[in-house]
């Protein structure tokens, strides 16, 4: 067992793939079934195929490869590996390897890391930035006899671009960068020196994870936030029983045209849906595809009394819904100049949690937003 925590840009992933490759090269008189894997298999095909392929490039190997595409997988002399995303079961099911690569780590859950251990015959490969101050890795994994542990940052990479140093820098607690605004100290801790940062000031903490929402949660829709580049467009299902909500992440991607957007919701069974109301053009086009979606009529202070309605109520979280358990760790209020926690939100990480909160204001406060006019005054 191997497990690499490190800072963000540590040279993880390179050095891993490096290492897999070298691998190959000298195991030739045997086969070897390598599985590389992540939570879901969008974020895999964007980060580690992608960087697979251009480390192959680099190295002169690609010549020696044959690569299948469609199914993600890299033939180079005995060795075959696999990418495969933990969220496609059916493809995972039975599957047995040599060596087993989770990268990072932190998305999965033990089950998962279960599964894949008891049908890999060598070694585990577990990668991650400690982004949370708990987790089963700590307790379960890094104090097995049989587990390398290894922490690196930055420093340790000699190959990082220049801005991207700059970019983690600027989160250091230095004079210079308290002058420009730039300080995050528990970025710095997580992304700069790779360490475990407990967060302050979260916005919710009455939420817990379930494997699945019950099947007589009757009562369920779907809360949709529009996003495009830099955003994403997110889309939760949202269901109400006694005093809880049960909440299930269904897509959470950038760069969704309508069409994009309409092709998820597809799938999905067909339910009231909530979105937010800046694109009317978009609504009405996803309306018109068949879809009974209607824009969320807000109301001066109505982020502050949404969040104050969720908080008052039990939520329980879906385990795949990773992108919207990331929000609600990650989730926090505003601090004044002297660290004073303020009733208002970072404007961060609530692309899921925004969605739901439509579903609440809509479906259970009974607050309606004026519209408002031309000239800026509500009726």
């Known amino acids: 067992m191997f497990v690499f925590e490190g800072g963000s840009r540590s040279s993880k992933t390179y050095s891993i793939i490096q290492f897999l490759l070298i691998y190959a090269l000298s195991n030739q008189d045997r086969t070897n079934r390598v599985l590389i894997s992540r939570k879901k298999g969008t974020w895999l095909s964007s980060t580690v195929w992608t960087d697979f392929q251009n480390i192959l490039v680099m190295t002169g190997l690609m010549q020696d490869c044959s690569i299948n595409k469609t199914l993600k997988i890299v033939h180079l002399y005995t060795t075959t590996f696999e990418f495969v995303g933990l969220d496609d079961v059916q493809k995972l099911h039975g599957l047995t390897s040599d060596i087993v690569w989770i990268n990072e780590a932190m998305e999965c859950n033990k089950d998962d890391f279960d599964q894949l251990e008891q049908r890999c015959s060598r070694f585990m490969i577990l990668d991650y930035n400690p982004s949370a101050e708990e987790h089963w890795i700590y307790d379960k994994v890094i104090g097995r006899k049989d587990c390398y542990f290894d922490h690196s940052t930055m420093i340790d990479n000699p190959f990082i671009p220049d801005n991207m140093r700059r970019k983690i820098l600027s989160y250091e607690p230095t004079e210079y960068n308290y002058s420009q605004g730039t300080v995050d100290k528990r970025k710095w801790l997580i992304y700069g020196l ?186």
Not at 201 to 218: A, H, R, S, Y
Not at 255 to 275: A, C, N, Q, V, Y
């Open 194 to 379: 790779g360490k475990r940062a407990k967060i302050e000031g979260l916005v919710f903490d009455n939420w817990k994870i379930i494997k699945e929402v019950p099947l007589w949660v009757k009562e369920r829709y779907y809360g949709l936030d529009f996003g495009y580049s830099s955003d994403p467009t997110a889309c939760e299902e949202v269901g109400f029983l006694d005093n809880a909500i049960y909440l299930d992440e269904k897509f959470y991607t950038t760069g969704m045209l309508t069409k994009d957007i309409i092709e998820g919701l597809r799938p999905l069974p067909r339910r009231k849906i909530w979105s937010e109301s800046a694109d009317p053009r978009l609504v009405d086009e996803i309306y018109n595809a068949g879809f009974n979606i209607e824009a969320v009529r807000k109301y001066a202070g109505s982020i502050e009394a949404g969040i104050d309605w969720m908080k008052g109520h039990r939520m329980y979280v879906t385990e795949n819904s990773i992108d919207l358990i990331r929000e609600l760790k990650n989730y926090t209020w505003q601090q004044d100049k002297n660290g004073k926690w303020l009733n208002v939100p970072v404007d961060s990480y609530n692309h899921c949690i925004d969605g739901i909160r439509y579903v609440c204001l809509m479906e259970r406060m009974g607050q309606k937003e004026p519209v408002k006019d031309f000239a800026g005054v509500f009726r």
